[in-house]
């Protein structure tokens, strides 16, 4: 089992910045994938960012240049810079990790005003 919490979440203004935290514990494998995805309201959850424990990483096509994802030194756990931020970035953000098996966090609400 592994359980993630996150943090970091909270309302800024369309240009502003955000830094996302999670921290995984239990069972955690020296080779995995952790990542955060976001959900807004009536739309499905979408990849944002995700760093293998060897430091590639996936960024979706709306968020690059914007935001980066970074692995702690302790590999367990996983940040998301975010800046120049959007209205349409509003969403529940998701701390993932993978490895055989999806775990997720209970979600951060990011809320960007215009």
Known sequence: QVQLVESGGGLVQAGGSLR???????????????GWYRQAPG????????????????????VKGRFTISRG???????????SLKP???GLYYCNYRRSYDYW???TQVTVSS
Do not use: H, P, W
């Not at 960012?49 to 990483?57: E, K, L």
């Open 20 to 34: 996302l935290s999670c921290a995984a514990s239990g069972t955690i494998f020296s080779i995995n994938t952790m």
């Open 73 to 83: 030194n302790a590999k367990n756990t996983v940040s998301l810079q975010m800046n």
């Open 105 to 107: 966090g209970q979600g």
């Open 88 to 90: 349409e970035d509003t």
């Open 43 to 62: 739309k499905q959850r979408e990849l944002v960012a995700t760093i293998t424990s060897g430091g590639t990483t996936v960024y979706a096509d709306s």
